[in-house]
Structures are given as structure tokens and as C-alpha cells.
């Protein structure tokens, strides 16, 4: 028989280690299927590293791919740290670029140090009622939030279908189910020349630190996390355990909103049904990844869009199928997680004598 | 009576982690005897049973056993099957019945085959009935097990025993859910049933019970056992010396003026867990200066005036008021600013957030305290200088003001709880079974800054089970019973007991 237990101290030598273990085990394991592809796997690889730090365009491919994941990953990390389980940051993308693109798009042609305060205004706010409602349905008839937050997904999605083809729709778009572009002044400026990487990087790193700020010094900070950790004991001592759950869940809402206008009034300049390559669910593995923690979240959103961007231009330049990029992806991720477990956790055999059992 | 043990643990050892639970413990049973096993909590005794019945491995020892032909056998250890045929069985203080079953299915439950086509359900009636005969202990048979009284389900769990023809009974806290008269007949039945030749070991912490029922009584402390004394040789401060290690007298109340009244409660009912735990026109008056106890028998509708008094509960009808205030929306950080102070029952799920420092927890109801706070961030160094003072005053000992608050132990935890209540200097205290899982000595400690509170003026509403708590503290005494409250002049533990079971005295 065995059993799991938890682990009361960690040498600061598995600390370190076991990341470095965990990433070397997923490298060897995706290069089985590398070798079966018939890749040379060190030439793989170094195309990997190549494609993360190899120059000023990678790594700005890179930091781009991380942005919306930094959004994701603190929506996801502010809602699960009061036990609330927000599995719609994709719908709530969604809803923010929708919100985007609906006040960007020539409905006010104002200057754009107007537009762009309010295109991310509009955009929180839809964000944060598309969570704020699944919130008040389990406080009021206790609905399970999971299965809320995850079914409005797909309710969001197919309304998100519905407004491209009809209200949204670009009258110029040559037919696509696509939004018009944001106006130019609309647009989150650029943070280098010729590059993707574009302003909503810098809110994105700006709003961690706040979080990480409000967590540890705030008494709305202290009260999230009395009512997280023992919510019958929060409520006797008096914190009003209802209107903290709506706050975060505004506040996770809204993060998850404002990854929906970076990528709309970042990257692509228009809004179309695939977006996020869900970018929302993903942001709740950063968010486990990172221990719940907002600066833990910029780390491990770099991190998971390293694998993503050298992976997918590894694959470009070995000429191997996409399929295997993402193969990589998950390994490593997989790893990373099992990484994480074995240094949160042992396992015990409980050994058995004397009873035949 | 002293004729060969029947039951022999040799050295038994068990450490959790760096904790020893046990340590080198040896102790014999005999045939026919009511030994009792005495520790405060965290001494060792329920580590100790577990390893008898196979729940927990030992590190170290063995376990002698008689077989039926009345010789010494090693038992397997860590095998509670092979516990069971060696005819040891254990009533646990927390009952394992299935609440939708009646007696008769809950006794067969687990000894009857499972490839067996047809229930001889008749055959087990008649055999449990002649065991109902044969030790006394009655109760209805064809009733779901959730309509009966704890007293009747704690029949059962010894009847479940007694089918699986057990020589050696282990009773955990058997009284703690009892009146005074349940326990009485209760251990008249055990004593019936030694003269047939059963042997039992009972745990329990209370001296009363253990020097009024047992034949020989074992002290642990500490995991080791600390000394075996004949009960006829024993006296209540003999054995707390024991217990404690050092002497220990929990504190009296000493007569003292009261004065005006400053709670009242007037014709409140609430909604309890079920119809006997809801509160039924419910008045009381709390008097400054005064420890009003609260007795009965858990599962009265304590819990339900608990959470009215805390803001937990809003009560269907009557109404509270304070120094001529009517209190209305009761929340719980309302109670808090009236100067009601709340110390909850169960302090690990409603008294501290164990995962939470100590400093946070000390402050986790005055977050709106501008000594804590300024705009809504935290002052750090105001909080921790905070904390430090009261873990001074207090004397709350463990890993520090930043350490989470679920690594100190019970007690400490309580003392917490109790800085946190008393430094808001309170008009009225709800100490709701404050003492309780407590060790002597933090038990005393509690006490203690409850009599202090009462001469500072506070006016106490103090809840136990406990009756020699309730006498020692109370001014004044309520018994609680089927939701409510019945004030009572008398001090005589018997009339207590009847008002305790609806009798009236």
C-alpha cells in the first residue's frame, strides 16, 4: 500500500533542482517522437532555443505570446485563491475584445488618449460582468461555478459566431466573419520598432504587480484570503464573505477581459472567432504552475510561451509536422507539473507486516 | 480477581513524524475487570487503542491475546480482522452507524457473508434480543437508527460489539454524550457484564466517571504510561498529579455580587440542524458580572443559541437587546462592534484560519481598526507589535506571531482566540464549550481569564457539557433541553441530570 503525503520542508537543492530535472525529463521524452519524425533531436533543440533567445524577434515573439497569458494566469490566480473556481477566462477574452471592438471601431473617433483608456474600460467591464453573474448565481442558489463559468464558454462563443456574422461584422471584409479594425489611434502603441510586442505587455507585467501589491498588503488582500482559506471562520470573525467573492470575481473577469483588448487592440487590430488558441484555459495552468502566486504567473507565462513559440519554430525549421510542436507543449508541461507535485508531496510505502491482510 | 491477564500489550511504541505518540507502553488486562485509561488529550490513550484494534502499526511491542482454549497467542498486528477474531471490540466516541438502517441491520452489518443468498435476519433478531436480555441494554430494534436517541445508538454500537461475541470491550469517551443518568445505567450494564466475564478497557478524562466506575486505572502522559493505580486506592488529586505531572486545580468561582442586566433575550426562536436542535421561545437575561452556564446535553439547540448570539443565525421570531438597544440584522461584525465577543465551539473551523499567521489571525476581526489599517493597507509593524502584546499577555506559546496559526497546539490556539475576544473588552462573552479537547492546565488557564472577564464586569454566557464545569463557574445555571431553557436554583448534579434528560425535577 502506498501513500501520499505532504512534505514539510524542501532542501533548497530540490527547490532549484527539481524545475531543471523536470524540463531535462520533458526534453528526453519528446525526443522519442522527434527521433520517430526523423529529426536530428540536438539540432531540435538548439532550433528550439534559437526560436525563444536566438534574436530581438524571437524573444518579442515570445514576450507577445506571454501577454495574454499573464492576464489569464492572475484571473485565474485572484478567483482560485478565494476558491473561486473561474474556469471562463475564455469566454471572458471573448467578451472583453468584443467590448473592444464595439467602442473602437469608429463609434467614437476621438483621440486616442481617450479611445485607448476606454476601449480597456469597456472591455474590463463587460469582462468582469461575465463573471460577476456566474458569481451571484452561486451565492444566491448555488450554482456550481465550475459548471457555470465552463457552459458560458461556449454560450459566449457561439454569440461571439453570431455578432461577426451580423452586428460586428466588417462591411469591407470581403465577406469573413471578422470584425472591422480598431481605429488606428485605438491601438496599444508598439513597444518596438517592427515588432509584435506591443504596449499591453507592459499593463499586463503593471497589473501583477499590483495583484502580488494588494495580496500581501492589503486588507482586501488579507480578507480574499481568509475567505479562500477557511470561509466559515471568515464569516464568524465578521468579513463579509458574499461582497469579497463579487469583488474578485469582478476583478478576475476583468483581468480576463483585458487579455481579450490586448490581443484585439494589440496584436491583431480586429477581432475573428479564433482569437485565442485558448489562451483562457491555459491561464489556469500558469496559474497552478506559478503556486497561485501573481509574480510566480510572469515567470511561468514566459515560460509556457517559450515551449510555445520555440516549439512551433522548431517544427517550422526542422520542417517536422505542427502536430509535434504541441506535443512538446504538453510533455512539458505534464513534467513541470509532475515536477511540482513531487516537490509538494512524497510518496510513502506503508509497509505491511504481520497481517496476512 | 487477579488471576492471569488476558491481554498483554508489551512495549508498544508509535511515533507520527518527530511526535512519540507511544512510547514503550506496557499494560495487562484481566479477565472481568473495568480498566480505565486516563490521560489528558494528546496523552496517547485513543494512539494507544487504535494499535489494539489493527487500525495503526505499531514501530515497536506486541500484543499478547488469550485464544479460546486460554492460551497466549501473538495477535498480527495492524490487522483489525485479526483484532476482531481475537474477540476485541471498539465502540468509537464518534458512532459508526448507518443513520438510515435500523439496529438489527446495523449490528449484521459487516459480519454477515457476503455470498450468502438469503438474510437470516429472524435468527440474528432473537440472538441480539437475548443479548439485550443478558446485559441490559435495550433499545428499539425495528426503528432507523437516525430517530433514536445518542443514548440508544451508543446501545447499538455496544450490542455490535457484543454480537461478534467480544471478550475484550474498548469504550472511547463513552460519556461524553450522556446525562449523568445515561452514563449511570450505562455502567451499571458494564458491570453486569464483567461478572459474565467480559473485560473492558474505557478511555476516558474525566476523574469523576473513572474513580466511580472502574476497577484499576492506567495513566498515560506524554505517550508513556505514567503509573497504574487500583481504583479503591485512588482519589481524584492522586490521579490528576498523575495526569498533569505537577499539581494542577482547575479554578473556582468565588460569590460575587452581579448587577444590572445587560443581554436579554426575549421569546427567540431558531432553526437548528434539526427540530430538537432549534431554538423554541427562548428568553435569558445576562447580568453584568455574571457567568450565566449553559448545561445540557449537546444536540439541545446550544448550537442554535450559539449562532444567534454570534450573528451567525437571524432568529425567526423574538427579539435581543442590549443595555436597552434593540439589536436588529444581526451579522457577525455587528456583534463584534456591540462588544459581544464570540468564542466558538469549534475553534479550528470557526475560531482561527489555520493556514493565517497568528499576528493575522489576532486581528481578523478588527479589520476596520485604524490601528491596523490606513486606507485599506495593512500597517505591519502596528499588527505585529499587537500580536507580540497579546502572545506576551496571553502567554501564547508555539513557533512565533508569523508561523500559520494551525501549527499551535490546542490550547495555544484557544488562548488565541481569547486574546483576540477579551482585548475588544467585551459587554458579553459566548463561550461556547471553551475548555473542550483542552489539556488541564490550558483548561485552567481558560477558566481562569473567564473569571477574570466576570470581575472586569463582562457578562458571560459559558456552554458546556460539562457539569463539574458548569458547577464550578456558573453564578447561575440554564439547563438546556429539546431547544429550551429551564433556570434552576439547584446545584445537586442528579436534578441537574433529570432537567438534562426533560425530566422535570
Redesign the interface.
Known amino acids: 500500500m502506498i501513500r501520499i503525503e505532504a512534505r514539510?520542508t524542501l532542501s533548497i537543492y530540490w527547490k532549484l533542482g527539481l524545475p531543471v530535472m523536470s524540463a531535462l525529463l520533458a526534453l528526453l521524452l519528446a525526443s522519442l517522437p522527434l527521433n520517430l519524425a526523423g529529426a536530428p533531436i540536438l539540432e531540435s533543440y538548439k532550433q528550439m532555443v534559437i526560436g525563444v533567445l536566438g534574436s530581438k524577434f524571437a524573444i518579442s515573439e515570445m514576450l507577445t505570446r506571454a501577454t495574454p497569458l499573464i492576464f489569464t494566469g492572475l484571473a485565474a490566480t485572484l478567483a482560485f485563491r478565494a476558491k473561486l473556481w473561474n474556469i471562463g477566462a475564455e469566454g471572458q477574452l471573448y467578451l472583453g475584445a468584443m467590448a473592444a471592438v464595439s467602442v473602437g471601431t469608429g463609434v467614437f473617433d476621438i483621440s486616442g488618449l481617450i479611445l485607448v483608456p476606454l476601449i480597456i474600460f469597456c472591455g474590463c467591464a463587460i469582462g468582469a460582468a461575465g463573471m460577476v453573474l456566474p458569481a451571484t448565481l452561486k451565492i444566491r442558489y448555488g450554482a456550481d461555478e465550475v459548471v457555470t463559468t465552463l457552459l458560458l464558454n461556449f454560450i459566449i462563443i457561439i454569440f461571439l459566431q453570431y455578432m461577426l456574422e451580423g452586428p460586428l461584422k466588417d462591411p469591407m471584409g470581403l465577406g469573413w466573419p471578422q470584425s472591422s479594425p480598431i481605429l488606428d489611434q485605438g491601438m496599444l502603441p508598439p513597444l518596438m520598432d517592427r515588432m509584435r510586442i506591443h504596449f499591453g505587455f507592459i499593463i499586463a507585467i503593471f497589473c501583477a504587480a499590483v495583484a502580488h501589491f494588494m495580496l500581501i498588503?492589503?486588507?482586501?488582500g488579507?480578507?480574499l484570503?481568509?475567505v479562500g482559506?477557511?470561509m466559515?471562520?471568515?464569516?464568524?470573525?465578521?468579513?463579509?464573505v458574499n461582497q469579497s467573492l463579487i469583488t474578485v470575481a469582478a476583478i478576475s473577469g476583468a483581468l480576463a477581459g483585458l487579455a481579450g483588448v490586448s490581443e484585439v487592440a494589440g496584436l491583431k487590430g480586429y477581432l475573428t472567432a479564433d482569437l485565442s488558441p485558448g489562451f483562457g484555459y491555459t491561464g489556469i495552468v500558469v496559474a497552478m504552475l506559478a503556486g497561485l502566486s501573481p509574480l510566480g504567473v510572469v515567470i511561468s507565462a514566459l515560460f509556457i510561451a517559450s515551449v510555445f513559440v520555440g516549439a512551433d519554430s522548431m517544427s517550422r525549421a526542422m520542417g517536422v509536422s505542427s502536430y509535434l510542436a504541441d506535443l512538446v507543449v504538453a510533455t512539458a508541461l505534464l513534467c513541470v507539473l509532475i515536477g511540482g507535485f513531487v516537490s509538494r508531496y512524497k510518496i510513502v510505502r506503508?509497509?505491511?507486516?504481520?497481517?496476512?491482510? | 480477581m487477579k488471576s492471569d491477564p488476558i491481554l498483554s500489550l508489551k512495549n508498544l511504541s508509535k511515533r507520527f513524524g518527530t511526535i512519540k505518540a507511544n512510547e514503550n507502553i506496557s499494560l495487562d488486562l484481566y479477565r472481568g475487570e473495568i480498566l480505565a485509561l486516563l490521560g489528558e488529550n494528546g496523552a496517547g490513550k485513543t494512539t494507544l487503542m487504535n494499535m489494539l484494534f489493527g487500525h495503526y502499526m505499531p514501530d515497536a511491542g506486541k500484543i499478547e491475546v488469550t485464544n479460546a482454549s486460554g492460551e497466549f497467542i501473538n495477535l498480527a498486528l495492524g490487522n483489525p480482522k485479526a483484532s476482531i477474531a481475537a474477540g476485541i471490540g471498539m465502540v468509537h466516541q464518534h458512532f459508526t452507524l448507518a443513520e438510515n438502517l435500523d439496529a438489527i441491520d446495523n449490528i449484521l452489518l459487516g459480519s454477515e457473508p457476503l455470498n450468502q443468498l438469503r438474510r437470516r435476519r429472524k435468527i440474528a433478531e432473537n440472538k441480539i434480543i437475548s443479548l439485550m436480555q443478558e446485559s441490559g441494554l435495550v433499545t428499539p430494534l425495528d426503528i432507523a437508527v437516525g430517530q433514536l436517541t445518542v443514548g440508544e445508538r451508543q446501545r447499538i454500537e455496544i450490542l455490535k460489539a457484543l454480537y461478534r461475541n467480544v471478550r475484550i470491550l474498548i469504550l472511547d469517551e463513552p460519556t461524553a454524550v450522556l446525562t449523568p443518568q445515561e452514563a449511570d445505567s450505562l455502567f451499571k450494564n458494564i458491570k453486569g457484564m464483567t461478572s459474565h466475564g467480559l473485560s473492558v478497557i474505557f478511555i476516558s478524562h474525566k476523574l469523576r466517571e473513572v474513580l466511580a466506575y472502574s476497577n484499576r486505572i492506567t495513566v498515560l502522559r506524554q505517550g508513556k504510561n505514567v503509573g497504574e493505580i487500583s481504583t479503591s486506592d485512588a482519589n481524584e488529586k492522586k490521579i490528576a498529579e498523575l495526569m498533569v505531572g505537577s499539581e494542577t486545580t482547575l479554578p473556582r468561582r468565588q460569590p460575587a455580587s452581579t448587577g444590572k442586566p445587560i443581554l436579554k433575550l426575549e421569546g427567540v426562536s431558531a432553526l437548528g440542524r434539526g427540530l430538537r436542535d432549534s431554538l423554541k421561545n427562548v428568553n435569558l437575561t445576562v447580568m453584568r458580572g455574571e457567568i450565566l452556564g449553559i448545561a445540557g446535553v449537546s444536540g439541545n439547540g446550544q448550537a442554535a443559541l450559539a449562532a444567534v448570539l454570534s450573528g451567525m443565525t437571524i432568529p425567526e421570531m423574538g427579539t435581543m437587546t442590549l443595555n436597552d438597544e434593540k439589536l436588529g440584522n444581526l451579522d457577525p461584525a455587528k456583534m463584534v462592534s456591540k462588544g459581544i465577543g464570540r468564542i466558538p465551539e469549534d475553534r479550528h473551523r470557526d475560531g482561527i484560519i489555520g493556514s493565517m499567521s497568528v499576528a493575522e489571525n489576532m486581528i481578523i476581526e478588527g479589520l476596520s481598526d485604524p490601528t491596523f489599517q490606513t486606507n485599506g493597507f495593512l500597517k505591519r509593524e502596528h499588527i505585529a507589535a499587537h500580536a507580540r502584546n497579546l502572545s506576551d499577555e496571553y502567554d501564547i506559546r508555539g513557533p512565533g506571531i508569523s508561523a500559520p496559526a494551525q501549527l499551535l497546539s490546542g490550547g495555544n490556539i484557544q488562548k488565541l482566540i481569547l486574546a483576540r475576544v477579551f482585548h475588544n473588552k467585551p459587554k458579553i462573552i459566548l463561550a461556547n464549550q471553551p475548555t473542550r479537547g483542552l489539556d488541564m492546565g490550558a483548561a485552567a488557564d481558560v477558566a481562569r481569564r473567564l473569571i477574570d472577564a466576570r470581575s472586569r464586569g463582562s457578562g458571560i454566557i459559558l456552554i458546556s457539557e460539562d457539569l463539574d464545569e458548569i458547577l464550578r463557574l456558573a453564578d447561575r445555571i440554564l439547563v438546556m433541553h429539546d431547544g429550551k431553557l429551564t433556570e434552576t436554583q439547584t446545584r445537586d448534579r442528579a436534578t441537574l441530570g433529570l432537567l438534562m434528560a426533560g425530566q422535570a425535577a
Do not use: F
Open positions: 514539510e498588503r492589503s486588507i482586501w488579507l480578507k484570503k481568509a482559506e477557511n466559515s471562520a471568515a464569516k464568524h470573525a465578521g468579513i463579509p506503508i509497509a505491511k507486516n504481520g497481517g496476512k491482510n
